[in-house]
């Protein structure tokens, strides 16, 4: 369980994250919703640990980050950020198994390299294998980046996974095909997802809870059904959003 209590964070005298409680836990994928520059980066940032807080607190099982070594923060959860880059020349199996750092004693074992053709065959990235990293595509990067994530906490019942828009360069297929293979990882395994998405209609087929961010506040926060709603998307987006219901699932258009 992750709990965060009055976190907030600025940036000199703008404050981008005003004070915020989440709380997350069992199985179930939380979908972070909200305009450009909402704060979502932030709020995920906050909870990972990836940004410094101005105030407030965030334990993971009762346990500051704080109090966590690097480790064992490592193996507790795992964070896919927005940018995909890799500075030196990896090949693509090699990214994977960086996820499998925290788990090495003594170097890598025939276990992590099995891990690394799974993570990599359930992002449909198989073929990449021996490529250099830095020569894929944007979202072939991503998939292969996603794979790495889901390498770390591998079949780990209970980890947390936090996600910066993991299908934001990917076409339709891979979309459903990973959001779908996450969403298997959470039945099968009782993961805890954070994930932040643009599309509604991805958010509606995926979440379970909606956090709805604008100007640097969670507006609401609850179950899917009743935050997707069309008052409540129209003025976060200040456009007119309205919802329809086909074939059992709520879809949402631009009016
Ligand atoms: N380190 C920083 N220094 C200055 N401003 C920052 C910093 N980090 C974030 N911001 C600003 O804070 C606001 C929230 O940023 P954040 O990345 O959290 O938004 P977001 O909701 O994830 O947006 P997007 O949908 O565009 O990815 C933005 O206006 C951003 O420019």
Redesign the pocket.
């Known amino acids: 369980m992750i709990k965060a209590e009055q976190i907030h ?1 600025s ?2 005298s ?1 404050q ?2 005003k004070p915020v409680n989440v709380e997350l836990s069992g199985a179930g994928i939380t979908v ?1 919703l ?12 906050c909870l990972s640990g990836a ?1 410094r807080l101005s105030g407030g607190t965030v334990s993971i099982d009762g346990k500051t980050l704080q109090a966590y070594s690097r480790k064992a923060l490592a193996l507790r959860r795992a964070v896919l950020s ?1 940018s995909t880059e890799i500075a030196f020349p990896f090949k693509v199996h090699e990214v994977v198994m960086m996820g499998r750092n925290p788990h090495s004693v003594r170097g890598e074992t025939e276990a992590d390299h099995q891990i690394v053709e799974e993570a990599l065959r359930h992002v449909d990235a198989s073929d990449l294998s021996d490529r250099e990293f830095s020569t894929l595509s944007g979202g072939e990067k991503q998939r292969v980046q996603l794979a790495r994530v889901l390498a770390q906490v591998w079949e780990r019942k209970g980890a947390l996974l936090m996600l ?2 993991p299908t934001s360069a990917l076409d339709l297929r891979h979309q459903s095909q990973i959001l779908g293979y996450v969403r298997r990882q959470v039945e099968q395994f009782g993961m805890t997802v954070l994930c ?1 998405l ?1 599309d509604i209609n991805l958010a509606a087929s995926y979440a379970d809870r909606i956090i709805l ?1 604008k100007d ?1 506040e969670i507006v609401k926060h609850g179950d899917a059904d009743a935050v997707l709603t069309s008052d409540h998307l129209s003025a976060v987006y200040d456009i007119p959003v309205s919802r329809h219901e086909l074939a059992g699932q709520a879809r949402f258009f631009i009016d």
């Open positions: 964070f940036v000199g703008k981008i994250l972070v909200g305009p450009n520059g909402a704060g979502k980066s932030t709020l995920l940032k940004n927005q910066d828009e932040i643009h961010m640097g």
